[in-house]
C-alpha cells in the first residue's frame, strides 16, 4: 500500500512525521548565527532554553534553536554534521515516537541529539541498547558532544560494580543494555536499605534496536537466580545410559524439535540396563527425571549453536545477537545435564528470586521512544503492547542496492555448493562479501569450506566478541570474505574500501558490498537487516539469498501437508511454489513469535500486579517501623522483653531485617508455585476453561494471605531469639541470602512451556486446515 493510503488511513507505522519539518527548516536558518558562538556561550544558550518534550507537538522556536545548537555541538566535538533527516528523527524520539531510519543512515548521531535534548528540558535519559558494546562505544562517543551542552553522560554494562552503577545512574544520560537496567531493578528489590540500591529512574527511554528489544526481547522474562543449599546432582550414570540409545528406535522428537520423548522400547532398554526397575515408581523418579534431561541435552541442545564449552565452562550462546550471554545459564536440571554431556565439572542448582518481563520494564518509562530499521513491520504490536506510534524517515540519499530473486534449492547440501560458489565467483572480481548464517557451527563450517577452495573467510560469531568492530569494519575491503551469524545490534558500518575507504573506487567499479544469506530467519526484519548492510548511504550493493527446504525453518514451521509436497514433487517444485512454501513458512514463525509474545504478556499480568503490591509493602517496611509495629501485634510480649533488654532501636532493625528475609522467601516460593501452575494450565482448555483466566483466578487465590503468612513466619523465627542476638548477623542465625547471582536464559521454559507446545499444535491445525496454508 502506498504510504499516503496508509496514512488515510491511520494504519500502524504510518505516522507522518512532516510536522516537524518547519522546525528542522528553521534549524538550518539558524545554523549561520550559531557557528558564530564561542563553546561557552553555546554552552550557555542551552542552558536558557525552557525544552519541553515528550509531547506530540513540540514548541517550534524553542526546539529548532536547540536544533541548530546541538547540530554545532555534534559537528565540533565528534565532527559530524547532522541531516535534515536526522534532525527529523530527533524530533519524532523527543516527542515519543518509534521510528524508522535504514542501516547506515546515522541512527546513534539522532539517539544522541534526542538525548540531549531531553536532559536539557530536565528529564533524566536511558538509551537502551542490546549489549554492552554499543552501550560503552556509544556513551564514550557522545561524551564530548554532550559536556559541551552541559549534559552528564554515564554507562552501565555486565561488569559495572555496584558503586559505578549508582554513579551513573545518576547521570543526566546513561548508556545501558536493557538487560542490565532490568537486573538491577530485580537486584535493588532485595537491598535492606537505601544506601544498597542502584536506583534507575525511569522517566524517558531511547531504545536502540527498537524491535529487538520491546519485540524479540519481550518474551524473554529477566529471572534473577541466586546460590542455594542444595547440592549438585549426579547426572553422569543418566548421561551415559542416554549416549547409547537409537533415534526412533528408542527415543522421538516432536515436530516442533521442541521436546524429545523416550519410545516403550527405549524405556524397556533403560529399565533393563538399571537392573530391571521401574522407571515410574515414586523412588525412581527422580533417575527419570535425570534421563530425560540428559536425552534433551544430547538431542536437542547443540554445542557451537546454542552454547559453546570456553575455559571448562558452558557459555550459552543469546541466538537473536549472535552473542555470549555472560553470567546466564539455563534452569538447573538442563544445565548441570549439558555439563555431565560435555565432561565438565556439574555446578551445584540455584534458586529463582525474581523475574519481570521487558515488557513491564519498559511500561515503567514515563515517555518511550525507539529507533531501528525494521520499525514499521512491528508497528501494531507496538501499539498494542507499548502504546508507541511509529513512523519512518527516508534514506538521505536514494536506495542503489539490488535485491536479486531468492535461490529456493531442495536440499542443505545443494545450498551450501550454490553458496560457495557464488562466493567464490564473487571473490575474483574483487567484490567484498558478508555472508550470514543461522549459527555459530555453520558460519565454522562455510569458513572451513571456504578455505578448502582458497579462500581465507573471516568468521564473526559468538566466540571472538571482542574483535567483532575490527572484523566487520574491515568487511568492506576489496576482496574481504566476511561470515556473521548475526548482524542485528553489531552497531558498525561496513564502509566500502575498509575503515579508511582507501580502495573506495576499486570497490564501487566491483558491485559494492554483496550480502549472501544463507537461509532466512524466523523473522522478515532479520532479512531486513542482514540485506541492509549493502547499499548504505547511497553505496552500490546486492543482496542474494540462498536457501533450502531442509532449512529449520521449514522443517520446523511447515504444515505437514507443506512436507508432504515437497517429499513427492522434489525437483518439480516450481520457483513460485516454493517460495509461496518459505514465505509462508516465515509467516507461520512470525505468528507463533507474536503469540507467545502475547502468552507471556497475558500470564505474567497476575505476577506482576502482585510483584508490585509486594514491593510497595517491601518499601513500606524499609521506610517506617510498619514492620515493627505488625511483629509487635503478633507477638508483643517477647518484643517488649527483648526491647527492655536491648533497647527500642537495635530490636526494631533486627526485626525489620527478618521481616525483609522472609517477605523475600515468601516471594521466591510464590513465584516457584505460579510457575508449577503455569506449566499445566494449558491443560484446562480440556475442561472448557480458558487456561489465562483460570491461572489468574488461581494466582490470586494462591496470594491471598500472603502477607498474614509472612508476618507469621518471621514472628516464629523472631520469638526464638534472645537478647544477645539481636543487632548480630541473621545469616549466623539460619537466615541465609544468596551470596552470588546470575540470570536464567528462559522463554517461560527453555524449550516453550507444555502451554507453548500445545498451542502450537493447535495453531498447526487451524493453520493446515482453515487457512489452507499449504
Not at 9 to 28: I, K, T
Not at 441 to 464: H, M, P, T, Y
Request: glycine share 8%; net charge negative; charged share 25%.
Amino acid at each position: 500500500m502506498p504510504t499516503w493510503a496508509a496514512r488515510v488511513l491511520g494504519l500502524p507505522g504510518a505516522v507522518s512525521f512532516r510536522r516537524f519539518e518547519p522546525l528542522v527548516r528553521d534549524a538550518a536558518e539558524l545554523a549561520e548565527q550559531v557557528h558564530d558562538l564561542d563553546n561557552e556561550t553555546l554552552r550557555s544558550e542551552v542552558r536558557a532554553l525552557r525544552m519541553q518534550t515528550g509531547d506530540k507537538r513540540l514548541d517550534r522556536g524553542v526546539t529548532a534553536r536547540y536544533l541548530a545548537l546541538a547540530r554545532e555541538a555534534a559537528a565540533r566535538t565528534v565532527g559530524l554534521q547532522a541531516f535534515d533527516e536526522q534532525l527529523l528523527a530527533c524530533c519524532a524520539l523527543l516527542s515519543g515516537h518509534a521510528v524508522e531510519m535504514d542501516t547506515g543512515e546515522g541512527k546513534t548521531l539522532a539517539g544522541a541529539l534526542a538525548a540531549a535534548g531531553h536532559a536539557v528540558a530536565g528529564r533524566g535519559v536511558h538509551v537502551i541498547s542490546v549489549n554492552d558494546y554499543l552501550a560503552e562505544r556509544d556513551a564514550a562517543w557522545m561524551a564530548p558532544f554532550a559536556d559541551l551542552l552541559g549534559v552528564s553522560v554515564g554507562w552501565v554494562g555486565q561488569h559495572t560494580p555496584s558503586e559505578e552503577r549508582a554513579a551513573a545512574y545518576r547521570c543526566d544520560v546513561v548508556y545501558a543494555p536493557v538487560s542490565e537496567i532490568g537486573f538491577d531493578v530485580l537486584r535493588d528489590r532485595f537491598a535492606l536499605t537505601p544506601q544498597e540500591r542502584v536506583d534507575p529512574v525511569f522517566d524517558v527511554a531511547i531504545i536502540d534496536e527498537a524491535d529487538a528489544v520491546m519485540i524479540d526481547e519481550a518474551m524473554v522474562p529477566l529471572v534473577l537466580a541466586g546460590t542455594s543449599d542444595d547440592q549438585a546432582e549426579e547426572f553422569s550414570e543418566a548421561t551415559t545410559l542416554v549416549e547409547d540409545l537409537i533415534p526412533v528406535e528408542d527415543f522421538t522428537v516432536d515436530a516442533d524439535h521442541a521436546t524429545v520423548s523416550l519410545t516403550d522400547a527405549g524405556l524397556d532398554r533403560l529399565e533393563a540396563r538399571l537392573g530391571g526397575i521401574n522407571l515410574y515408581d515414586a523412588e525412581n523418579i527422580p533417575m527419570l527425571t535425570r534421563i530425560n534431561l540428559a536425552l534433551h541435552a544430547r538431542v536437542l541442545v547443540h554445542r557451537d549453536v546454542d552454547y559453546l564449552v570456553t575455559d571448562g565452562t558452558i557459555k550459552l550462546i543469546n541466538t537473536a545477537r549472535g552473542r555470549i550471554a555472560h553470567l546466564q545459564r539455563w534452569p538447573d536440571g538442563l544445565h548441570a545435564a549439558l555439563e555431565a554431556k560435555e565432561r565438565l565439572a556439574v555446578s551445584a542448582p540455584g534458586e529463582i528470586l525474581d523475574t519481570i518481563t521487558i515488557q513491564d520494564l519498559i511500561l515503567g518509562y514515563e515517555t518511550r521512544s525507539g529507533m531501528s530499521g525494521t520499525i514499521t513491520a512491528v508497528a501494531e504490536e507496538l501499539l498494542e503492547f507499548y502504546d508507541l506510534a511509529a513512523g519512518r524517515v527516508e534514506r538521505h540519499k536514494s536506495n542503489r542496492r539490488f535485491d536479486e530473486p531468492d535461490t529456493i534449492l531442495l536440499t542443505e547440501a545443494e545450498k551450501i555448493q550454490v553458496v560457495i560458489d557464488e562466493v567464490t565467483a564473487r571473490h575474483r572480481t574483487g567484490q567484498p562479501v558478508l555472508v550470514g548464517t543461522q549459527s555459530v557451527a555453520e558460519s565454522e563450517d562455510l569458513g572451513a569450506r571456504l578455505r578448502a577452495v582458497g579462500i581465507a573467510a573471516q568468521v564473526l560469531n559468538a566466540k571472538n566478541d571482542a574483535e567483532e568492530a575490527a572484523i566487520i569494519a574491515r568487511a568492506g575491503e576489496f576482496t574481504a570474505v566476511t561470515i556473521s551469524t548475526q548482524m542485528s545490534g553489531r552497531g558498525t558500518d561496513i564502509c566500502l574500501g575498509g575503515p579508511d575507504e582507501r580502495d573506495r573506487n576499486r570497490v564501487v567499479d566491483a558491485g559494492g558490498l554483496a550480502v549472501i544469506a544463507t537461509g532466512r530467519y524466523p523473522s522478515r526484519r532479520l532479512d531486513v537487516q542482514l540485506r541492509g548492510r549493502a547499499g548504505r548511504q547511497g553505496d552500490p550493493g546486492v543482496s542474494h539469498t540462498v536457501l533450502s527446504c531442509d532449512d529449520d525453518l521449514v522443517q520446523i514451521n511447515a504444515t505437514p501437508a507443506m512436507l508432504t509436497r515437497i517429499t513427492r514433487r522434489k525437483d518439480a517444485l516450481t520457483p513460485r511454489q516454493r517460495q509461496h512454501i518459505i514465505d509462508a513458512c516465515q509467516a507461520i514463525a512470525e505468528g507463533l513469535r507474536t503469540d507467545r509474545h502475547r502468552a507471556t504478556w497475558t500470564y505474567n499480568r497476575a505476577i506482576a500486579a502482585q510483584r508490585a503490591t509486594v514491593l510497595a509493602h517491601r518499601a513500606t517496611a524499609i521506610r517506617s517501623q510498619a514492620a515493627d509495629e505488625r511483629l509487635h501485634e503478633l507477638i508483643p510480649e517477647h518484643i517488649e522483653r527483648l526491647q527492655d533488654s536491648c533497647g527500642p532501636a537495635p530490636v526494631a532493625a533486627t526485626v525489620r531485617d527478618a521481616a525483609l528475609y522472609y517477605l523475600d522467601e515468601h516471594w521466591v516460593t510464590h513465584l516457584a508455585l505460579l510457575q508449577e501452575i503455569r506449566d499445566g494450565i494449558h491443560l484446562r482448555a480440556l475442561a472448557g476453561q480458558k487456561p489465562s483466566d483460570e491461572f489468574h483466578r488461581i494466582a490470586l487465590r494462591e496470594f491471598h494471605g500472603f502477607f498474614g503468612r509472612t508476618y507469621r513466619d518471621a514472628a516464629d523465627f523472631i520469638e526464638t531469639l534472645t537478647a544477645e542476638d539481636i543487632g548480630g548477623d541473621l545469616e549466623a542465625l539460619g537466615l541465609r541470602r544468596p551470596s552470588a547471582t546470575w540470570t536464567y536464559m528462559i522463554t517461560d521454559d527453555p524449550f516453550g512451556s507444555p502451554g507453548d507446545r500445545f498451542a502450537r499444535h493447535v495453531g498447526r491445525f487451524v493453520r493446515s486446515r482453515t487457512l489452507s496454508l499449504e
